[in-house]
């Protein structure tokens, strides 16, 4: 609720300000040594402008800021993570698989990751998993992204555009 947020609030900003605080179910308050590392999908600066967080708190939070764009415009990334996370799920499961197909690849990069990388974290160990030889193929990725690419290719009115139309979009 509402109400809980901003007691917690209350209860942050005080360890962050005073370096003290009461354990669960304590009387006595505490000194505390702690540091604060906060992430949000949430824009705090309008929130705190209509008043669900506080503006103080805002305020000893946001020494160091880092704006970390979403995967979906960081296309570059896409073949670094998706290699990295190969190698570590292979690893983890004891699998041999260690390729990812050029199809796949490109698949992964047109897709839009609403989940952000953990998306494709878990599009690539679904991979791993299922695969059975040593390289992902498009069997092994959700019908949900191949159906992505024959959207993406046909176009509004499931027409295939003209190479001017994809020319023009590009």
């Known amino acids: ?51 669900r967080f506080r503006k103080d708190l805002f305020f000893r939070l946001n020494v160091v800021a880092l704006h970390l764009p979403p995967l979906a415009e960081r296309r570059d990334d896409i073949p670094l993570l998706a290699w990295y996370f190969l190698r570590k799920h292979a690893l983890r499961m004891n699998k041999e698989v260690d390729d990812i197909d050029a199809d796949v690849m490109a698949l992964l990069g047109d897709y839009d990751y609403p989940g952000n990388v953990r998306e494709l974290e878990n599009l690539v160990e679904r991979g791993v998993a ?41």
């Open 1 to 51: 609720s509402a109400e809980s947020a901003v007691g917690m609030q209350v209860k942050l900003l005080r360890w962050r300000q005073e370096h003290e605080g009461r354990r669960l179910g304590a009387t006595q308050r505490r000194a505390v040594d702690v540091r604060f590392i906060a992430a949000t999908l949430r824009d705090l600066q309008s929130d705190v402008e209509s008043r």
């Open 130 to 170: 299922l695969s059975a030889g040593r390289s992902i193929t498009a069997r092994e990725l959700p019908p949900t992204l191949s159906m992505h690419a024959i959207r993406v290719v046909r176009g509004a009115q499931d027409n295939l555009p003209t190479l001017e139309q994809r020319e023009a979009d590009y």
